[in-house]
């Protein structure tokens, strides 16, 4: 029968394993009829252990397999690495940071974002426990700011390790430059040549950013199949109106592009869609791309409207009125989100310069006065134009 003085723990000591995936500070080691009882509290999970061991079970532990080991005794002394230490303690900090800091990625990014841009990542996106959502702020808002946020604070809180983003032909260089150099995130840029020399670099590694274009993803069969068959975390389509979805009675024509985000669309928890043109005046197509982001909810169109509808606000801004219904500017609810130029201002509550609202000061010249088209019976024949008279230089 094993005793506590078989054992070379004691109280106060911090071993591993007795719990699968925590540490456990002793409180008591005593007999336990014919084993051994271990008791403790978790480090992290504060939850009382109790394991009586035999003696086979206890050597199994200590000797065979070395699972059960000593990572801290009673015996503390300060000669430690203290170096070591402070960056212990600061990736730690650094990991629990967001739980303390409400704009924790604001922070650690090199960005300087505007009120909408901070209403839209933390007020709408972050809070949704599954992201499918169609982002449809104007021009000028900053769309690729705010979905670097989005990720950056989804990647601190652990949420998400995989990320394709999907963008057209001549954006994939500037959004790969834009999240290294404003967000930190190193994202490999995707395309013929790449995947060609690796074609299975999205199943290889495990977490990342990947860049892509639309257009060779929906050419290129291989690298679609190779896209579908991995899990992703979170996919983002920027220019999402170009996902054409088009009804003709029972007939449905779809793009190439609406095909290939259509095949992604399933496998991933999280998608979102940038656009600053969401509705092109027709229902069919809108509905369409709202079907990409939750297939039970917008099966007709009346769907549409109401939820589009169910929080929208400015309802008086007629210049976005289509077929008859609301118009859609202003829409905030869990799914879309939409506000113009008008309602992008700075934290001083002026017209924010970064949403190109201010416009550069032009100095209008009068202009000529044009003459008169309608020809007189006197001057009915085509005259030759008058010569312009030359400038005559004297020389001094």
Same mark, same amino acid.
């Given at each position: 029968? +094993?005793? &506590?003085?078989?054992?070379?723990?004691?109280?106060?000591?911090?071993?591993?394993?007795?719990?699968?995936?925590? @540490?456990?500070?002793?409180?008591?080691?005593? +007999?336990?009829?014919?084993?051994?009882?271990?008791?403790?509290?978790?480090? /992290?999970? =504060?939850?009382?252990?109790?394991?009586?061991?035999?003696?086979?079970?206890?050597?199994?532990?200590?000797?065979?397999?070395?699972?059960?080991?000593?990572? =801290?005794?009673?015996?503390?002394?300060?000669?430690?690495?203290?170096?070591?230490?402070?960056?212990?303690?600061?990736?730690? =900090?650094?990991?629990? &940071?967001? /739980? *303390?800091?409400?704009?924790? %990625?604001?922070?650690?990014?090199?960005?300087?974002?505007?009120?909408?841009?901070?209403? &839209?990542?933390?007020?709408?996106?972050?809070?949704?426990?599954?992201?499918?959502?169609?982002?449809?702020?104007?021009?000028?808002?900053?769309?690729?700011?705010?979905?670097?946020?989005?990720?950056?604070?989804?990647?601190? !809180?652990?949420?998400? /390790?995989?990320?394709?983003?999907?963008?057209?032909?001549?954006?994939? #260089? /500037?959004?790969?430059?834009?999240?290294?150099?404003?967000?930190?995130?190193?994202? !490999?840029?995707?395309?013929?040549?790449?995947?060609?020399?690796?074609?299975?670099?999205?199943?290889?590694?495990d977490e990342g950013t990947f860049v892509i274009s639309i257009d060779f993803l929906a050419r290129n069969e291989g690298c679609l199949k190779a896209i579908e068959a991995t899990p992703w975390d979170l996919v983002v389509?920027?220019?999402?109106?170009?996902?054409?979805?088009?009804?003709?009675?029972?007939?449905?024509?779809?793009?190439?592009?609406?095909?290939?985000?259509? %095949?992604?669309?399933? #496998?991933?928890?999280? @998608?979102?869609?940038?656009?600053?043109?969401?509705?092109?005046?027709?229902?069919?197509?809108?509905?369409?791309?709202?079907?990409?982001?939750?297939?039970?909810? *917008?099966?007709?169109?009346?769907?549409?409207?109401?939820?589009?509808?169910?929080?929208?606000?400015?309802?008086?801004?007629?210049?976005?009125?289509?077929?008859?219904? #609301? +118009?859609?500017?202003? &829409?905030?609810?869990?799914?879309?989100? !939409?506000?113009?130029?008008?309602?992008?201002?700075?934290?001083?509550?002026? +017209?924010?310069?970064?949403?190109?609202?201010?416009?550069?000061?032009?100095?209008?010249?009068?202009?000529?006065? #044009?003459?008169?088209?309608?020809?007189?019976? %006197?001057?009915?024949?085509p005259s030759a134009r008058r010569p312009r008279p030359r400038e005559t230089v004297t020389s001094s």
């Amino acid at each position: 029968m +094993p005793d &506590a003085t078989t054992v070379n723990f004691t109280v106060g000591d911090v071993v591993s394993g007795l719990e699968p995936d925590d @540490l456990v500070e002793i409180s008591r080691v005593a +007999p336990f009829g014919n084993r051994l009882l271990i008791e403790g509290v978790g480090v /992290q999970s =504060r939850r009382l252990v109790k394991r009586p061991l035999t003696h086979d079970e206890l050597a199994q532990l200590t000797n065979e397999l070395a699972q059960l080991t000593r990572i =801290r005794g009673t015996d503390h002394s300060f000669d430690g690495d203290a170096s070591l230490f402070l960056l212990g303690a600061e990736a730690e =900090r650094i990991r629990i &940071a967001h /739980q *303390f800091d409400p704009l924790f %990625a604001v922070n650690a990014s090199i960005v300087d974002p505007l009120p909408h841009q901070v209403e &839209a990542v933390y007020r709408y996106l972050l809070p949704l426990p599954r992201i499918r959502f169609l982002l449809a702020d104007d021009t000028g808002a900053g769309k690729t700011i705010m979905t670097g946020l989005l990720i950056k604070e989804l990647l601190f !809180r652990g949420v998400i /390790q995989k990320i394709l983003i999907i963008t057209p032909g001549g954006l994939t #260089k /500037q959004w790969q430059e834009e999240m290294q150099e404003k967000f930190g995130l190193a994202a !490999r840029l995707v395309n013929r040549a790449s995947f060609d020399a690796e074609p299975g670099q999205f199943s290889r590694y495990d977490e990342g950013t990947f860049v892509i274009s639309i257009d060779f993803l929906a050419r290129n069969e291989g690298c679609l199949k190779a896209i579908e068959a991995t899990p992703w975390d979170l996919v983002v389509v920027d220019e999402a109106h170009k996902l054409s979805a088009y009804e003709y009675g029972s007939r449905l024509e779809e793009s190439g592009r609406y095909k290939a985000v259509k %095949a992604i669309a399933g #496998k991933t928890d999280h @998608l979102l869609f940038l656009t600053a043109t969401p509705h092109r005046g027709r229902k069919d197509t809108f509905r369409r791309l709202l079907l990409l982001l939750d297939p039970d909810l *917008f099966q007709k169109d009346e769907h549409v409207s109401d939820k589009i509808q169910a929080t929208a606000v400015n309802t008086d801004l007629l210049n976005e009125d289509f077929e008859g219904e #609301k +118009p859609i500017s202003g &829409a905030r609810n869990r799914f879309f989100l !939409r506000r113009l130029k008008g309602e992008m201002v700075d934290w001083d509550n002026t +017209p924010s310069s970064g949403s190109d609202i201010r416009k550069p000061l032009v100095t209008t010249l009068p202009r000529k006065k #044009k003459p008169s088209t309608t020809r007189s019976p %006197a001057t009915s024949a085509p005259s030759a134009r008058r010569p312009r008279p030359r400038e005559t230089v004297t020389s001094s």
